[in-house]
């Protein structure tokens, strides 16, 4: 009976409160998961996984412009502080990487910025940022990262 009352109560605090809003992982869940899968992982051949690209694209200027403009990210119902939220509880806890050490946080004014531009061929623009950032993968190389065991990753399809 425990869990069923602590539920309804934090639903009663949201009610009561919409501003209060959802927390990141919940807006995951309830707008992202569907295709993404829980842990990020999506699904071979249809949704790409967010484990290695999402980390490695947000070090790019134009990668993190493009994370924004994907229809997934830039057509949710979430506003955009809750979307740089989201962006940055994802960056943390559904990758196979450390945030770099110049880690630079999604804000608010940052997805407002992007998500208002409808991105254009999708997929070519992603094939792009990904090949861009492969070949050059030289130390302190701005589209490489290091592993949660400190070895260190390209970006790469
Ligand atoms: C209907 C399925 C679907 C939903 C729902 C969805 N996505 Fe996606 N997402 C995709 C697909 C497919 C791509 C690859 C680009 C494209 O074709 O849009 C993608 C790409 C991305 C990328 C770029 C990473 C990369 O490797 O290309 C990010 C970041 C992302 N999604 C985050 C989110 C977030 C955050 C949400 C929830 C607010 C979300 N997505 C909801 C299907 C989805």
Redesign the pocket.
């Known amino acids: 009976m425990r869990r069923p009352l602590a539920l309804a109560a934090a639903l009663a605090v949201w009610a009561a409160n919409p501003a209060v809003g959802y927390q990141p992982q919940v807006n995951?869940q309830l707008?992202?998961m569907?295709?993404?899968l829980a842990d990020g992982s999506g699904e071979p051949g249809?949704?790409?996984s967010?484990r290695r690209?999402?980390l490695l694209?947000s070090s790019l200027p134009a990668g993190r412009d493009?994370?924004i403009r994907?229809?997934?990210?830039a057509q949710?119902s979430?506003s955009n502080q809750e979307t740089a939220a989201?962006?940055n509880w994802?960056a943390r806890n559904l990758s196979d990487l450390e945030p770099p050490p110049g880690f630079v946080d999604y804000s608010a004014a940052e997805v407002e910025r992007s998500r208002a531009r409808p991105l254009a061929r999708?997929?070519e623009t992603?094939a792009r940022l990904l090949k861009e950032g492969a070949p050059s993968p030289g130390p302190g190389s701005r589209a490489s990262g290091r592993d949660r065991a400190g070895k260190k990753v390209r970006l790469r399809h």
Request: net charge positive; proline share 7%; glycine share 8%.
């Open positions: 995951f707008n992202c569907g295709c993404h249809r949704v790409p967010l690209s999402l694209l493009y994370i994907v229809p997934g990210v949710s979430l989201l962006l994802m999708i997929a992603r």
